[in-house]
Every structure is written in C-alpha cells, then in structure tokens.
C-alpha cells in the first residue's frame, strides 16, 4: 500500500452528464433531417399529383383535336380557318362524313373552340357543343403554307 495516496475505484457503470448531452445533440440534428427529407418528399409528391392530371387532360384533348384534323387533311375540299374573337379563337375545317368506294360524298364541319374567360376547349359539330378540355389558359391555333 501506497503511504498517502488512497487509491480509489470509481464505478464505471453509468454514463456522465456530456455523454448523455452529445447523445442529445447528435439524435436531435438527425431528427432534423428526417424531419427535412419527409417534407420536402411530401412538396414533390404533391406537386406531381397535382399536375399528373393536368397533363392528361391536355394530352386527350390535344389527341381528340389531332385525330379530326388528320381525318380532315386527305383532299379536304376547304382549308382551315381560324378565327379570333374577344373570348379567344375558332378552328374550323371540314371532315368527312359520308364516304363511298368513289370517294367522298360529303363533309361536316367541325370548330374547335377556344373560351378563354371560361377556360375551355369545346368542340361544336352538327350542333352539338361539347367540352373536350377544362381548364386551358391558353391555346393559339396558326396555319403554315
């Protein structure tokens, strides 16, 4: 035995207070940055939803618009015409509508018309109106050649 000095054991069995403090600290900046990445997944996720269905139904009524006008294009007696009024514009072209082994006999017109105050695509053919597209800010119709 040492004269003077009285050895002591400490028991380290529990952990001090800066250990309990550093533990504190590192899980609260990890919580932090879960808490970061959820929201921030959520605002992505939201967003996509929400313009998921925009896209469709831009695309079904740009496709409607575009499977009249091919039908429309082969030996089309008048070409397009596009009118533009106060409200928005008007595309009218004719489309078959009778057709023989000859050729064919008949056509029908077909407008596509753009509302801006309401913001709606309507197509108006043998007087029925019908809303092909809600929603649509914007549309301009321009002919080439």
């Excluded at 533990?23 to 997944?41: G, N, P």
């Excluded at 079904?60 to 429309?72: H, V």
């Excluded at 008007?90 to 056509?107: A, E, H, R």
């Amino acid at each position: 035995m040492i004269r003077g000095n009285v050895i002591r054991q400490r028991n380290h069995a529990g952990i001090s207070l800066v250990e309990l403090m550093v533990a504190v600290v590192l899980m609260s900046a990890f919580s932090i940055f879960l808490v970061t990445l959820v929201v921030i997944t959520n605002k992505a996720m939201l967003i996509e939803n929400t313009g998921a269905p925009v896209r469709t139904e831009a695309k079904k009524t740009l496709e409607a618009m575009f499977k009249e006008l091919r039908e429309g294009k082969a030996s089309n007696p008048n070409s397009p015409s596009i009118t533009q009024t106060s409200s928005g514009q008007t595309l009218t072209f004719n489309v078959p509508d009778q057709v023989s082994k000859s050729g064919v006999q008949s056509w029908r017109q077909v407008q596509f018309v753009h509302d801006a105050t309401a913001k709606e695509v309507t197509r108006v053919s043998g007087g029925r109106s019908d809303v092909i597209g809600r929603n649509v800010t914007s549309l301009q119709f321009s002919q080439s050649g």
